[in-house]
């Protein structure tokens, strides 16, 4: 059993559901101490939902071979940019566990396939960065550059806690960012088709319409307001926000639930409560989407409330020093020339993308991810391994970048 199998197999079999790390971290920042890592854990939150995150930083060594600490910091510390592997340990519930085909935190194999929750989100993408580090400072003891661990608790779940704390707070002491990978499921097809190097925003609303409720045979005498906002929702439905650029689809507006009435079937009711929600992308801004919104509303005369949420803004890496790292090392270990891509929901790249200018995502096969038998191929799990110590290795200048 590979180093890597090991300790993916140890972290899946602790039932970290959001937000109980259940000793996850400890495992994590014993072998990282162990390598020289000045490791910070925090538990934040209130008392209902305690968060638990690990910051872990291994300070490089200058192109001159000094160690960055002291009074020759301010010098040196420009020459050594810094890499951060982001991630978390909580998982989603289980669901039935009657459904499973074995125990979700007991790691189990079938037909080459290792089985467990977390295995694909994202405790297999842990397990390799981890040993990937251990790898490269064996080979590489004083590397020319600083590598950090950004570790949570809460992704999962509402995500007041986790990585957004963690970022504000090294914002708050000058913390230098310079690379990140998180390491969420990417992968489509197989292992290293696809890297997400931006994601698009989320921003969601609940809108009130109001009427006046009454007899259903009666209508002269109520306002319905289900009849009133279909002109606008025809219109909202309609309307082409942006067209998106290059790196991103068109920013998409959605209905998730439409509530109005008592349920009695002669009664009018007297208000409608709409959720909706944007994906935006870059082409567009929160602002400029909730005025062109309330201009549609406005323009049909309706009496409304309206509740704002913005859950993430977008961010993009462009291809660079990162992108070209990764591409690189996922052709020396695959052979792919992997797709970039900014589909899909949101993660915690967009908390890091506020302090770090580039930010990439990737991981295994996304497949089974939150699913009934979640499962990794043991196949990929070395490989996905040797990718990020390849990273590592093209970003501390001791293995050559190819041409992507």
């Not at 310079?178 to 390491?183: F, S």
């Not at 790292?325 to 695959?334: L, S």
Request: proline share 5%; hydrophobic share 40%; aromatic share 6%.
């Amino acid at each position: 059993m590979s180093s890597t199998l090991r300790l993916t197999e140890q972290l899946i079999s602790r039932s970290s559901v959001t937000p109980d790390d259940a000793d996850c971290q400890r495992i994590l920042a014993d072998r990282l101490q162990a390598l020289g890592f000045e490791c910070e854990t925090t538990v934040e939150g209130p008392e209902h939902f305690k968060v638990t995150n690990l910051w872990a930083k291994f300070k490089g060594f200058s192109p001159l071979g000094q160690e960055i600490r002291g009074r020759d910091a301010i010098t040196l510390i420009a020459d050594v940019k810094t890499l951060v592997f982001a991630g978390h340990t909580d998982v989603v519930p289980t669901g039935p566990l009657e459904q499973w085909h074995s125990h979700p935190f007991t790691p189990s194999h079938r037909d080459g396939v290792l089985y467990g929750r977390g295995a694909a989100d994202m405790k297999t993408s842990i397990a390799a960065m981890v040993v990937a580090v251990e790898e490269f400072l064996a080979a590489h003891p004083k590397p020319a550059l600083s590598i950090a661990f950004l570790i949570t608790s809460d992704e999962e779940g509402p995500a007041n806690d986790g990585t957004v704390a963690v970022c504000k707070r090294l914002l708050a002491r000058g913390e230098v960012l310079d690379y990140c990978i998180v390491g969420e499921p990417t992968s489509v097809n197989q292992l290293g088709d696809m890297i997400k190097n931006g994601r698009r925003g989320t921003m969601s609303g609940k809108l009130t319409v109001k009427g006046v409720q009454g007899h259903i045979a009666y209508p002269h005498l109520a306002k319905n307001p289900v009849h009133l906002f279909a002109p606008a929702l025809a219109e909202l439905v309609a309307v082409q926000w942006d067209t998106g650029n290059e790196f991103f689809p068109a920013t998409s507006w959605q209905v998730s639930n439409m509530h109005g009435g008592t349920g009695a079937g002669n009664i009018i009711p007297g208000a409608l409560v709409v959720d909706f929600n944007f994906r935006f992308c870059t082409e567009s801004t929160p602002e400029s989407l909730q005025q062109r919104l309330h201009n549609i509303l406005d323009k049909h005369q309706i009496d409304y409330d309206l509740k704002w949420v913005t859950g993430g803004l977008p961010f993009l890496t462009t291809p660079g020093e990162l992108v070209a790292a990764i591409r690189g090392a996922i052709k020396a270990e695959t052979g792919i020339d992997t797709a970039l891509s900014t589909t899909g929901g949101t993660s915690d790249g967009r908390f890091i993308a506020k302090i770090c200018r580039q930010v990439v995502e990737f991981g295994p096969l996304n497949a089974s991810i939150h699913k009934i038998d979640e499962h990794v191929l043991v196949s990929d799990i070395d490989p996905l391994k040797n990718i990020y110590k390849g990273v590592l290795e093209r970003l501390a200048g001791v293995a050559e970048v190819p041409a992507v």
